[in-house]
């Protein structure tokens, strides 16, 4: 089950890697078998060198999605005091100093982020806070600023969120001069901090319906472009519309307007109270083809793992997967509102890419078609996603010894606590060169992948044709695209009498903890449309074997909870396998992705007890089993 490090040395730094073509293999035909001419043309006869020529990537880069400043509403609000310049310098590896005063960095820098502050009232804060006589004449104005005066501010956001939610925000705060004046601040700052082939400042914002008073249907909305083009319009609020077929026209007029690009990056599904993923339009109506593939142009990416809960799957959808529970936030929506039962089933990315399937056969389309990208959400203007650098959702919850037990969301029938943050995640990203360009482009055609923080390096090729060597070969990512497509990509119409085969391959972050397994999940929907799904294990530390259940026995634990530390005596750094599905169907519509699981290792909160002496209760956990998500691989009989 485990490569050798020379075999796995080269897999990373040289070979595995992908190309930068369309998001279907350019080497394949259209029976899905590899054109041998295609082949030949990418990847070309060499001289000595083996890596001279090479047109597909050599590493991954990493970044953040989705990060805000105290530009934003309720960051500002919270008390965050960072704009949008020490959030690009923290995030390039420089120390700052926190909104608290504590001193900052990141054990690595990152290779790229988007400041994603939010569209609505952007950058106004700040006047509220500093009495500004326009906003102070009118009454929530002067509450909110005499609350954030006397260190209320969790309280001035919450009330802001629930105004802007119910479209009571006051008028000053929607001044389009006002709005343009901080969009061009904005995007003169990315441009000075956007260094292409080192650092990559993605002009972005977020765009933040709360539905129905707190349902999250939230996008990021990511600019290939600069400021040129950035600038030809001002971002779209939830003061023009709260429905994503608006932003979608936005988004579709702004890029026929200035031929620029865009996409959108929706997140947290699982505090929209059933809506995320819901199986008809915004205002009720049936799904139609025009429908589905306008979302799936638009978001080609999901955030499926942040903060604010992990986003992947639920027990109660998932019961027989046992890496199911972690870190949920399954109370309510945004505003604390309760669930009601069947709300769960549209807010989860695994159950929606199973719908996805069904609405293809019907629709023609499949809507729920995406990636999966993993961000912090950071409100502090700081890009902690490691355990033992977290610092927290918001000003509010940033490092001191009560912050566990602070409300994160509370009202009367639902209490969050801090100790539910989850220090979440990292996108890594496959692309040729640190360039808007080339990062956007493989988020476009999903060669992306998440984690919940840890950098591991983590490659998935599918195909009709891998076999044990293609895992020990000395340049494993040629034997993957000569002979199949990357993540995000397609298989169709299998050839007579193969099931599909996929190389999937993960080494450890240098800092973190081992790797106990490789999973491939699989997803399909059936000749009735009932919806399915199976957790394979296939690749796994040490000599252990599946009992008679199935189920792999667990890898250990070797966390000192007391003294937050652990060894690296079990797991491994790396693993690498070729598998064939031993369940295959040919004639049924399925997907495929990658999830690598680590070693258990110390949480953030035991880091916290350490640091500040304190004892949390038993419920609060202090171990954490840090994991990735690949884009997945679909399956289509047709094409």
């Given amino acids: 089950m485990k490569a050798t490090a020379i075999y796995l040395a080269a897999l990373f730094s040289t070979a595995l890697a992908g190309l930068t073509f369309a998001q279907e293999n350019p080497l394949a035909t259209d029976t899905g078998i590899i054109n041998p001419d295609a082949a030949a043309k990418a990847f070309p006869k060499r001289g000595f060198s083996p890596y001279a020529g090479r047109n597909y990537p050599a590493r991954v880069l990493w970044g953040d999605q989705h990060v805000h400043t105290g530009w934003s509403v309720d960051a500002g609000a919270f008390g965050n005091t960072l704009g949008p310049e020490e959030a690009l310098r923290f995030a390039r590896g420089e120390e700052v100093m926190s909104s608290l005063g504590e001193p900052a960095k990141l054990s690595r820098p990152l290779d790229w982020v988007a400041v994603t502050d939010h569209s609505d009232a952007a950058g106004v804060i700040f006047e509220i806070r500093d009495g500004n006589p326009v906003l102070m004449a009118d009454p929530l104005g002067k509450r909110w600023h005499d609350l954030m005066a006397s260190g209320e501010g969790v309280q001035a956001?919450?009330?802001?969120?629930?105004?802007?939610?119910?479209?009571?925000?006051?008028?000053?705060?929607?001044?389009?001069?006002?709005?343009?004046?901080?969009?061009?601040?904005?995007?003169?700052?990315?441009?000075?901090?956007?260094?292409?082939?080192?650092?990559?400042?993605?002009?972005?914002?977020?765009?933040?319906?709360?539905?129905g008073g707190g349902d999250n249907l939230h996008r990021n909305v990511i600019y290939r472009d600069g400021k040129d083009k950035a600038d030809k319009a001002i971002p779209m609020t939830t003061f023009d519309s709260e429905n994503p077929e608006d932003l979608w026209t936005w988004m579709a007029n702004w890029e026929k307007s200035t031929g620029g690009s865009l996409l959108a990056i929706p997140h947290n599904g699982n505090l929209s109270n059933g809506?995320?993923?819901?199986?008809?339009?915004?205002?009720?109506?049936?799904?139609?083809?025009?429908?589905?593939?306008?979302?799936?142009?638009?978001?080609?990416?999901?955030?499926v793992t942040q903060i604010k809960g992990d986003g992947e799957t639920q027990p109660s959808l998932s019961p027989t997967d046992e890496f199911?529970?972690?870190?949920?936030?399954?109370?309510?929506?945004?505003?604390?509102?309760?669930?009601?039962?069947?709300?769960?089933?549209?807010?989860?990315?695994?159950?929606?890419?199973?719908?996805?399937?069904?609405?293809?056969?019907?629709?023609?389309?499949?809507?729920?078609?995406?990636?999966?990208?993993?961000?912090?959400?950071?409100?502090?203007?700081?890009?902690?996603?490691?355990?033992?650098?977290?610092?927290?959702?918001?000003?509010?919850?940033?490092?001191?010894?009560?912050?566990?037990?602070?409300?994160?969301?509370?009202?009367?029938?639902?209490?969050?606590?801090g100790w539910q943050m989850s220090a979440s995640g990292y996108t890594g990203v496959w692309a040729t060169e640190n360039t808007r360009e080339?990062?956007?482009?493989?988020?476009?055609?999903?060669?992306?992948?998440?984690?919940?923080?840890?950098?591991?390096?983590?490659?998935?090729?599918?195909?009709?044709?891998?076999?044990?060597?293609?895992?020990?070969?000395?340049?494993?990512?040629?034997?993957?695209?000569?002979?199949?497509?990357?993540?995000?990509?397609?298989?169709?119409?299998?050839?007579?009498?193969?099931?599909?085969?996929?190389?999937?391959?993960?080494?450890?972050?240098?800092?973190?903890?081992?790797?106990?397994?490789?999973q491939i999940i699989k997803g399909w929907v059936d000749a009735e449309g009932g919806l399915h799904e199976k957790v394979y294990d296939v690749a796994w530390s040490g000599d252990r074997k599946p009992g008679a259940d199935g189920k792999l026995p667990p890898v250990g634990d070797t966390v000192d909870v007391e003294n937050a530390v652990w060894t690296n005596t079990i797991g491994s750094p790396e693993l690498i396998v070729a598998w064939k599905d031993p369940d295959f169907n040919p004639s049924l519509r399925a997907f495929y992705y990658v999830r690598v699981i680590e070693i258990p290792t110390p949480r953030w909160t035991a880091y916290d007890q350490k640091r500040f002496g304190i004892k949390m209760p038993e419920n609060v956990p202090m171990t954490v089993t840090e994991r990735a998500y690949t884009s997945p691989i679909w399956y289509t009989p047709e094409g």
């Fill in 157 to 211: 956001a919450s009330e802001m969120i629930a105004a802007q939610s119910n479209n009571k925000i006051p008028p000053a705060m929607k001044d389009p001069k006002l709005a343009l004046s901080v969009w061009e601040k904005n995007t003169s700052i990315m441009e000075k901090y956007n260094e292409p082939g080192r650092f990559t400042a993605f002009i972005g914002y977020e765009w933040t319906s709360n539905a």
């Fill in 275 to 303: 809506r995320m993923f819901a199986l008809h339009t915004f205002l009720g109506n049936p799904l139609t083809r025009e429908w589905a593939e306008t979302r799936a142009r638009w978001e080609p990416m999901y955030e």
């Fill in 324 to 417: 199911a529970n972690f870190e949920k936030w399954d109370q309510a929506n945004l505003a604390g509102v309760p669930k009601e039962p069947g709300m769960l089933e549209r807010e989860y990315a695994r159950r929606a890419l199973q719908e996805g399937l069904k609405l293809e056969q019907t629709l023609g389309v499949n809507p729920f078609k995406f990636g999966l990208a993993g961000s912090t959400d950071s409100h502090t203007a700081l890009t902690t996603a490691e355990e033992d650098n977290f610092f927290g959702k918001h000003t509010g919850v940033e490092p001191t010894p009560g912050r566990w037990e602070h409300s994160v969301i509370k009202t009367e029938q639902v209490n969050v606590k």
């Fill in 438 to 518: 080339a990062i956007w482009d493989a988020l476009k055609r999903k060669e992306a992948y998440s984690t919940t923080g840890p950098r591991m390096t983590v490659r998935f090729f599918g195909g009709w044709d891998f076999d044990a060597k293609d895992a020990q070969t000395r340049m494993p990512a040629e034997a993957g695209y000569a002979k199949g497509i990357p993540m995000g990509g397609d298989l169709q119409r299998a050839p007579e009498g193969k099931a599909p085969t996929f190389l999937a391959a993960a080494l450890k972050d240098p800092i973190s903890g081992n790797l106990d397994r490789i």
